[in-house]
């Protein structure tokens, strides 16, 4: 195990932390940074080694997993600071723990193409992609050894600057200057079906991110849907076809990766309109974006997690879709394919 501690043990150790630290000046609540990050050109070589030491900080301090999880995701990753390294040039070699707690946070699929169902951080850190942290042994490890290994995070925190650079140097930070840790590809783990929906939801979400903006770290779900075609309209192939953030923003809105405009009147209205009896948004002057080069060319990262195929029904970068479910015309009820966020 990495630790023990729980978010509600975190908290109560800060607490108890604060009344003995002098250097403490305000009133935030414990774990929250109110700090300004640097704009994206900003990012220099020392200040992501400076960074990923904090990261290292949390990530081998005395917190259980979930814990960990909830530390880099939600306190330390806000979006902000998301948005301001997900813009950072591909070419930028970002330090290993970096790298790692950017791909878990956004929405674009792993190296493998895509997140497949129940793939924890824990195993998405150290069995796919080799970053160990420091493990507290439960026979062992003292609650000072806990203590002084949360202090990294304290000092952070109450300094209220998660590129503080007081951070000791971590346990295994070596390992994690660009190109040291080697790791192999767990294509095997993932499926070509899996593969091909989490390019769909990809789509559907830069869609989104392009034309109404879309949350920037995947802690909804992603439904790509299709709709049935009323009998009554003209053939197919005569439609008006648009993919891209420029049909119809019904459709954009509801992730749907095509719409389809009959040629049957003056007044155009998509069949995913027609089928749901709402106000078609589609202009007949809007061209297939597709003629757009910097459509399909967005920043290294749009915002992700491990996922999974999901039944129920709920609101929100990398999504990687999951499941075999498979798109079929004749279906008489709206098709949807659910892209869960699974990391807890």
Known sequence: MVGTWTEKHTQKYFRAAVKKRVDFIGTRKHLEFTDQVPPTHEWTAELLEQFNRNLRGVYNGPFDWETT????MKYIMTDDLLNSLKNLSK??????????VLDWACWDPPQEGAWPPGLSMRRYFMKWRHCEPLNFKSDTSTDVDMEQAANALLDMWIANDRLYADTPVQYREAEDVPGVTQYKLRMQDVTDEQRREA???????LNQEWRCGAP??????????????PENL?????????????????????????CRVPNDTELPKCVSCRVRKIKCAYQTELVDPRADPAFFNPPRALSKASVSQGSSAGPSSSAGASGSAKRTADTLSEEEREVKHTRS
């Not at 920037?216 to 075609?229: G, P, T």
């Not at 053939?235 to 990766?257: F, H, S």
């Open 216 to 229: 920037l770290q995947m802690k909804a779900w992603i439904k790509v849907r299709s709709y049935k075609r």
């Open 91 to 100: 070419d930028v070699a970002l330090p290993h723990l970096v790298r790692l």
């Open 234 to 258: 003209p053939p197919a192939e005569n439609d008006t076809v648009i993919r891209g953030p420029y049909m119809c923003l019904q459709c954009v809105k509801a992730c749907i990766l095509e």
């Open 199 to 205: 390019a769909e939801a990809l789509e559907a979400y």
């Open 69 to 72: 999880e909830v530390l880099l």
